[in-house]
Every structure is written in C-alpha cells, then in structure tokens.
C-alpha cells in the first residue's frame, strides 16, 4: 500500500515508520524557499559535511538551492521517523552488490526505515518503507534523448517506443524511465549493467516484476514518478 503526502512548507506529520507492504512517497517542490518549517537558505548546518561540501560545489545557486532543499526534505522525514533532528541523523552507504566497495544503496546508520531519494529539476522524490525501496522522477524528455537511448533499452520496451509516432514517445519514455530507474536505486546496482534490465514496460501500468511491487506515482504535468518495493 503507497501513501502518498506532499512535503510543503509546514513542518511533516510522519507517524510510525513503515512496516510490511506498506511505503510513504513524499513529492517536493524544490524551489520553495521554506521546507518543513525550516529557510532552505539557512539550511546547510543541518546537513553533515559530504552534503555540505557537494552544495557548495553547484555553480549556479539554484542547482544549490534544489539540493539543499531536497536534503534538507530527507533529513527532517528520516528525522520524523526515528525521532531524531534532522541534524543527528547519520547516513551512510550500504556495500555495493557488484562489487561490495562502500557505494551501494543510501541507508541511514542503525536502520529502523529505509529510504530512497530522487531529483529531477525542480521536483524530487522521497520514499520509505521497511524493505528495499526505490524512487525516481524524471523530467519528460525530449526527442532527442529519446533517440539516444531507444535501441539501449529492452528489446520489447524498443519495439513499444519505436511503434509509436515519434511526437508520442516522450511520455512513454519518462515513465519507463522513472520505473526502470526506481528498481535499480532498490537493488543498489545503478546503471551498471547497462539498461535493458528489467523489462518494466513504457504502457500506461508497470510491468509485473517477480519479488518486486513496481508502481507508478502522481506526478506533475511533464514529469514522471514511479516506486519499487521487495516484496
């Protein structure tokens, strides 16, 4: 079962961490220059040094403004849920699954929820639950990214796209995209056995994926969202 509960400018209302089949999807405005209560602006004691230094190193100040926001969203959720501030919240980094070096899945030290966070222009994603989860959101592209990756995909997801008239692809692209994208940030394994793993499907309903709920999200208009859960 997904919750879905916008994060605005007022402080969140978490409740218990999810348990079970259960998962809270938080979609987040990342302009807004309040976020949970909290000025974006002076946000960045809050965060811990790696956050810090990567937002100090965007050029431009709105790139920085939508990372801190988005950070600063995660922190006070994780916070909620385990009943910390958002500044005693430690994260950290699970082992990769290909490799087993410290880069794999994002996770938050002594468990008690996992999480999933995702960006894409001026929205971002987050996810919780009590298994594996995954979240992406993805701005619609543009025929010209579509071209690029369409004969990189599974070969079904190819012939999806290439059946349709190349002004209807964008949509169809994005969702894919924000499934496919959702079950690789779950499992840990990113993008590093290429793209055409799993077959989720660029319909308007998510493929079945054996062990996994894979789902689609409320999205605004030109983007796409989408969640995995291990089942």
């Known amino acids: 079962m997904t919750y879905v509960n916008r994060l605005g400018e007022d402080v969140p209302r978490t409740g218990e961490p999810p348990q079970g089949d259960a998962v809270a999807a938080w979609p987040l405005d990342t302009t807004l220059d309040v976020v949970g209560g909290h000025r974006v602006a002076e946000a960045l004691p809050l965060l811990d040094a790696a956050e810090r230094d990567r937002a100090e ?3 431009r100040p709105g790139d920085r403004h939508r990372y801190v926001a988005s950070h600063l969203g995660l922190r006070l959720l994780l916070g909620g849920y385990l009943g910390l ?3 005693k919240v430690t994260l950290i980094r699970e082992p ?3 490799c087993s070096a410290p880069h794999g899945r994002p996770a938050v030290a002594g468990g008690g929820v996992q999480f999933s966070l995702s960006h894409s222009d001026d929205m971002a994603y987050l996810a919780f ?3 594996a989860v995954g979240v992406d959101v993805e701005k619609v592209p543009g025929d010209d990214v579509v071209a690029d990756v369409i004969d990189l995909l599974h070969p079904s997801e190819t012939a999806e796209l290439a059946a349709l008239p190349a002004s209807g692809r964008q949509i ?3 969702r894919m995209w924000a499934r496919k994208e959702a079950y690789l940030k779950a499992t840990g394994t990113g993008l590093a056995d ?3 793993e799993p077959y989720v499907g660029t319909g308007p309903d998510p493929a079945p ?3 996994w709920y894979l789902a689609d999200l409320p999205a605004p208009p030109a983007y796409a969202a989408a969640l995995a859960l291990r089942t």
């Open 85 to 87: 501030a958002p500044e």
């Open 209 to 211: 994926l054996a062990g």
């Open 96 to 98: 990769c699954p290909c």
């Open 172 to 174: 169809p692209m994005a």
């Open 57 to 59: 190193r965007f050029v």
């Open 129 to 131: 639950a009590g298994a």
């Open 194 to 196: 290429g793209l055409a």
